[in-house]
């Protein structure tokens, strides 16, 4: 079992960078694989990036590729997001989640088996 509480979220201007963190509980956050998902007002869940349980190999969405990194922290049980040059349309609720296959990167929701609450990223033009 993993618990998952996203932090980091709030209103920024476009061109701007925020820093998204997801800490976990449990022994065992080391072994997952982790994901970042979005989901804005009327659309699907959709998603981000994936990081492997190592950090070694990370996958990402067309639309944040270049502007977003994921990464880290196994001895903190945090996983990061740094989004830079954001635009409007980044606007949504963003998810941490975690894939308890950690050598495999995957990018549907279903994989994931925990979920965080999800904190509001807003990105004013």
């Known amino acids: 079992q993993v618990q998952l509480v996203e932090s980091g979220g709030g209103l920024v201007q476009a061109g701007g960078s925020l820093r998204l963190s997801c800490a976990a509980s449990?022994?065992?956050?080391?072994?997952?694989?982790m994901g970042w998902f979005r989901q804005a007002p009327g659309k699907e869940r959709e998603f981000v990036a994936t990081?492997?349980?190592?950090?070694?190999?990370?996958y990402y969405a067309d639309s944040v590729k270049g502007r977003f990194t994921i990464s880290r922290d196994n001895a903190k049980n945090t996983v990061y997001l740094q989004m830079n040059s954001l635009k409007p349309e980044d606007t949504a609720v963003y998810y941490c989640?975690?894939?308890?296959?950690?050598?495999?990167?995957?990018?549907?929701?279903?994989?994931?088996?925990?979920w965080g609450h999800g904190t509001q990223v807003t990105v004013s033009s």
């Open positions: 989640a975690a894939n308890p296959n950690g050598s495999v990167l995957y990018t549907r929701p279903t994989k994931f088996d925990f």
């Open positions: 449990g022994r065992t956050f080391s072994t997952y694989a």
């Open positions: 990081i492997t349980w190592s950090g070694a190999v990370t």
